[in-house]
């Protein structure tokens, strides 16, 4: 049975490529983000799939327009059945070079930007006493990472934002699901000027998330390979993880 969609960071990268994945499945799609000729351009190449597509523009660090864009997507759609909350930026982040604002920034749109559409949804999806609500962490929440200290933590509040909501939000028959992907080739990660281990494209990496979707699985963290590997650097001593990242975050420009 069709469902419908909801997809935040949707004009662009894996967010994109989620809602073109879940329409060739059959479902109808509620894109959000801020450009808004790209969510025009995508919309209209959705539709051609013979399914129900809508946008809104909308900044998800701003609580109101979120509100306005949810209300929107209820009034277009009449249910939210899947919420995939996938809207993300990261930054220049080095420590001996830190900018405030920046920083929260980045707060503001990886944290505040699911917070903002759990306020909203959770409401309806009590309401209809069923749901799905995925949010895309990162594989980058496994430590803190020279460089990207912004960014890693920002991930680390969401793992741990969703794995409170999963387990409250159980009895209301609602899922959610913390997606946690390696390395993807989208723009945000042409920016990266370092060997990026295991990058995969994201027409083959929103594959595996709308799988692990829709089977319920509570977290899916991929490629296994870098998974491994993030999950071993988590086990192995400060001293010989001071000095391997410190090494590399000095020949990659990054202290
Ligand atoms: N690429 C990777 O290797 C990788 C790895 C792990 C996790 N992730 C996560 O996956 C998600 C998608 O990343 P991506 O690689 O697809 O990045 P991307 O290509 O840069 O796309 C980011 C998307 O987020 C939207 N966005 C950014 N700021 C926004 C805001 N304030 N309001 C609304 N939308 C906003 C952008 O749309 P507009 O600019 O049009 O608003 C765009 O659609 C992010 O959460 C990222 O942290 C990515």
Same mark, same amino acid.
């Given at each position: ?17 989620? !809602? ?11 894109? +959000? ?9 995508? &919309? ?10 809508? #946008?809104? $523009? &909308?900044? @998800?660090?701003? +609580? ?19 919420? +995939? ?9 080095? %420590?001996?070079? *830190? ?9 503001? @749109?990886? $944290? ?7 306020? &909203?949804?959770?409401? %309806? ?10 949010? %895309? ?5 496994? =430590? ?5 200290? !912004? ?14 909501? =999963?387990?409250? *939000? ?9 997606? =946690? ?23 083959? !990496?929103?594959?595996? %998330? ?30 010989? #993880? ?14």
């Amino acid at each position: 049975m069709a469902k419908n969609v909801l997809i935040s960071g949707a004009s662009q990268g894996i967010g994109a490529a989620l !809602a073109l994945e879940y329409a060739n499945q059959g479902h109808n799609i509620f894109l +959000i983000a801020r450009n808004e000729s790209a969510l025009q351009d995508l &919309c209209s190449k959705i539709k051609e799939k013979n399914v129900e597509a809508y #946008y809104s $523009v &909308c900044d @998800v660090s701003n +609580i109101n327009q979120v509100k306005n864009s949810v209300d929107l997507a209820l009034q277009s759609m009449n249910s939210i059945d899947i919420a +995939i909350l996938n809207a993300g930026i990261m930054g220049s982040e080095r %420590i001996s070079a *830190l900018d405030a604002n920046n920083f929260k920034s980045i707060y503001d @749109v990886n $944290v505040f930007g699911i917070v903002n559409f759990l306020e &909203c949804i959770v409401p %309806i999806m009590i309401n209809q006493k069923q749901g799905t609500i995925a949010g %895309i962490g990162s594989l980058a929440d496994s =430590r803190g990472f020279p460089g990207s200290a !912004a960014y890693s933590s920002s991930k680390v509040a969401v793992r741990n934002l969703l794995e409170s909501a =999963r387990v409250e *939000l159980k009895s209301y028959g609602i899922k959610v699901i913390t997606v =946690r992907p390696g390395f993807i080739r989208t723009n945000m990660t042409s920016k990266n000027n370092f060997k990026m281990p295991f990058l995969m494209d994201a027409d083959k !990496a929103v594959k595996g %998330i709308s799988d692990a979707i829709n089977s319920g699985k509570s977290i899916y963290s991929f490629p296994m390979p870098l998974y491994l590997l993030t999950h071993l650097a988590k086990l192995i001593p400060n001293s010989i #993880y001071d000095s391997i990242l410190s090494n590399w975050a000095k020949k990659n420009g990054k202290v």
